[in-house]
């Protein structure tokens, strides 16, 4: 009880989610094999779903766990299964790409720290830790629709431009689609 | 607080292109093969009934009063309404040079990915949430990838769209982590609000700490990708010489039209708290984009990775217009450094499609014009496209009297009235901006009149087979209405510059009005100004 009592869980909870999220990503970044660095960049993006839960933003954690984990990277993972080639599995970095990789990336990692740093209300304090219930998803929801109960407008009209998106990304998949058959036509005919 | 029903009025124009883009599309779907023409007079008819639209529904409002409206996501003002002209007029010569052999297979997904992408930038026109903002740029960015793959199907078209589409997608990611720091400081979407409700502006401006600087850092890297400025431009020359004549002028002019939008309303209306660092950011980017792009382009022979290397060095002209308005932000005299930037963006797009449409329109459907040599003696062979060709030329080059020339007379002297007129930390940074702007000037002419020096002093190709084009309109009569169309616009503003001016500093002082007035400045006017700030008072009000 005495060990326990004094070990805060939501700090303990935090430093393994963070942790975790920075090491996959340096493991995304370290290895060359094309797979284990999609599964690499799941374990980091779930880690980053769980930093969501804590910070109390449970739609967003959610969100994150559906789209990132759920759809893009089983997609990424079937994308590489089914186009697997010897000579796109594994990639190779020459070493001048390390050293400009490393510049590029400290340099901004350095800017990201100052200026973390420099935010006063981070370095007081934290705040009272609020806990995560359910008002929060609803009002995401209602925004959404159009309806904001805090006196914004909601999101109605992003939402209908996205579905003119969406419109726009059929026709272009269904496109590929479509020119992938027709060139293999073409060919079976010629061969 | 359901969403203010003027938001949905004001956006007809756009809901009749997507309905009629939508119907195109459907309708292309069965109506196999002999659709095309009547497709393309849809897709025409539908563009001008949104300009219609767009007439009927703010011009009235725009002879009475200059100041805008606001709603929360859309902002309606005259900057919105001339850009969204732009864009209406842009996609209708696009719409037009579709050329008959090639594109009609996709005719109907190309006619209506081009609709969608006019809507996109009609929305970034006038977007005012960050959301919405990013939203309008990617329904510019989406169907351009579409079109690219459309456009040609060999490797280079397939390296050219790859290329494209990671690089842009980069560029969106940029965008956006710039844009979700600027959500952190200000706690709301909203970029400009009235007084009382929160903004990015308000916030930003009462406390502009790191974290704004980085996500304008951000932003303007996202953007930058969009004008094709220059630590962002690598894609532009491979891009444009491995696609077709259509999709380079897509790619020269809608990105650009977007993206100089959502600069000004973002970074130079929305970020006047970090104003010093946005001048230097884009001052900086101005004189490497220009001189980088017109530089690349002398020893260039393919027509279209000239002209795009013509577009990275027209990007830096834009933003000398940028780092002026960016610099006088604020102040009370009037500046014009926006105006003149959206002046020289309408000017520069009307040329660029033109050009590339009279480059379509010689081509005969089995062969496309794509180098200096393809167009040689074409003032012999063809007069008229020739003619054609060489006034866009002329316009791009900043020969009086045609539009281009006023289009940089004016970015010039607006960045040495700046130097005159403002701090006199800035003086030396402004006049060397325009020396550096004039010196480029010089270049430019070099390449451009080379390109007229082919057309009409050299000896067209002996044999038959290398001539350029031949007779007959396959390359597409309507291409050379667009080109006869621009050409005619470029004249047009040339000669009698004063209503596009007009509606360009219209713009500019719209914006103005939206922001809050600094308040010596109202004390110490007269009574008509007086008179000013209180519609700007009335303005302020929140929509119920």
Redesign the interface.
């Known amino acids: 009880m005495t060990v326990l009592g004094t070990i805060h869980v939501h700090t303990l909870f935090f430093f393994l989610f963070a942790m975790s999220t920075c090491g996959f990503a340096l493991a995304v970044a370290m290895t060359s094999n094309i797979v284990r660095m999609a599964f690499f960049l799941t374990l980091s993006l779930g880690s980053t779903a769980g930093l969501f839960f804590l910070a109390g933003a449970e739609f967003v954690g959610a969100m994150q766990f559906m789209i990132y984990v759920g759809g893009t990277l089983v997609l990424l993972i079937f994308g590489v299964m089914l186009t697997a080639q010897s000579r796109f599995i594994s990639m190779r970095t020459r070493a001048g790409e390390w050293v400009t990789t490393l510049l590029v990336a400290g340099a901004f990692l350095l800017?990201?720290l100052?200026?973390a740093w420099?935010?006063d209300a981070w370095t007081a304090a934290p705040p009272a830790h609020r806990a995560a219930d359910g008002s929060l998803t609803t009002q995401i929801g209602l925004a959404l629709s159009?309806?904001?109960l805090d006196?914004?407008?909601?999101?109605?009209?992003?939402f209908l431009?996205?579905s003119?998106?969406l419109?726009?990304?059929l026709?272009?998949a269904g496109?590929?689609a479509r020119?992938k058959r027709r060139?293999r036509c073409v060919s079976d005919v010629h061969g | 607080?359901?969403?203010?029903p003027r938001?949905i009025a004001w956006?007809g124009p756009e809901i009749v292109l997507?309905a009629a883009a939508?119907g195109i599309?459907v309708a292309g779907a069965f109506l196999r093969g002999s659709a095309f023409a009547t497709m393309r007079i849809i897709a025409a008819v539908s563009i001008l009934a949104a300009g219609a639209a767009l007439r009927v529904g703010e011009a009235n409002h725009w002879m009475t009063t200059e100041t805008g409206e606001w709603?929360?996501?859309?902002v309606c003002d005259p900057l919105g309404f001339l850009v969204r002209h732009l864009a209406l007029f842009a996609g209708l010569l696009l719409t037009l040079m579709l050329s008959r052999g090639a594109d009609e297979r996709?005719g109907t997904?190309t006619l209506?990915?081009i609709l969608?992408l006019t809507?996109g930038a009609m929305?970034a026109a006038r977007a005012n949430?960050l959301?919405?903002v990013f939203?309008?740029l990617?329904?510019v960015s989406?169907?351009t990838?579409?079109l690219l793959?459309?456009g040609r199907?060999d490797r280079d078209g397939s390296e050219a769209s790859a290329k494209y589409f990671f690089l842009s997608i980069l560029s969106s990611a940029f965008f956006l982590y710039g844009a979700s720091f600027l959500y952190g400081i200000a706690g709301?979407t909203?970029i400009t609000a009235p007084e009382g409700?929160a903004s990015i502006r308000d916030a930003v401006s009462r406390d502009p700490?790191?974290?704004a600087?980085?996500g304008l850092a951000l932003v303007v890297a996202g953007l930058g990708f969009k004008l094709a400025a220059v630590p962002f431009h690598f894609y532009a020359p491979d891009v444009y010489q491995g696609t077709n004549h259509r999709n380079a002028a897509i790619l020269a002019v809608m990105p650009k039209v977007a993206g100089l939008a959502v600069l000004i309303r973002l970074v130079v209306m929305g970020l006047p708290g970090v104003r010093n660092e946005v001048w230097q950011l884009a001052l900086v980017l101005s004189v490497l984009t220009m001189t980088v792009g017109n530089v690349c382009a002398l020893w260039q022979t393919d027509l279209r990775r000239m002209m795009a290397y013509s577009s990275i060095a027209h990007a830096g002209y834009l933003l000398i217009g940028i780092a002026v308005g960016a610099a006088a932000v604020g102040d009370p005299l009037p500046y014009g450094g926006v105006a003149a930037s959206v002046y020289y963006l309408c000017v520069y797009s009307v040329a660029t499609i033109g050009l590339f449409a009279a480059l379509q329109s010689l081509g005969d459907g089995s062969r496309r014009v794509d180098s200096l040599d393809h167009v040689a003696g074409l003032g012999v062979t063809d007069p008229w496209k020739a003619a054609a060709l060489a006034v866009f030329l002329f316009s791009l080059a900043g020969i009086p009297p045609l539009a281009g020339f006023w289009g940089k007379l004016t970015l010039f002297t607006t960045a040495i009235g700046q130097a005159l007129r403002g701090e006199s930390s800035m003086t030396p940074w402004f006049l060397g901006l325009a020396l550096i702007a004039v010196a480029n000037a010089t270049i430019a002419a070099a390449y451009y009149l080379r390109v007229v020096g082919y057309l009409y002093f050299r000896t067209p190709p002996a044999t038959s087979a290398d001539l350029p084009s031949q007779s007959g309109p396959a390359g597409g009569l309507a291409a050379f209405l667009a080109a006869f169309l621009a050409a005619f616009l470029v004249l047009a503003i040339g000669l009698h510059q004063g209503p596009l001016a007009e509606w360009a500093d219209r713009g500019e002082r719209g914006l103005r009005a939206l922001e809050p007035p600094p308040a010596a400045a109202v004390r110490a006017t007269g009574p008509q100004h007086a008179d000013i700030a209180d519609r700007r008072g009335s303005l302020r009000e929140p929509p119920e």
């Open positions: 800017i990201l100052y200026v420099s935010v159009g309806v904001r006196g914004g407008t909601g999101y109605m009209l992003p431009v996205v003119v998106h419109l726009v990304v026709l272009g496109y590929l020119t060139n | 607080m359901l969403t203010d938001t956006l997507i939508t599309v709603t929360g996501p859309l996709d997904e209506g990915l969608f809507v929305i949430e959301v919405l939203l309008g990617e329904l989406i169907p990838y579409a793959y459309l199907n709301t909203w409700i700490q790191p974290f600087m980085l």
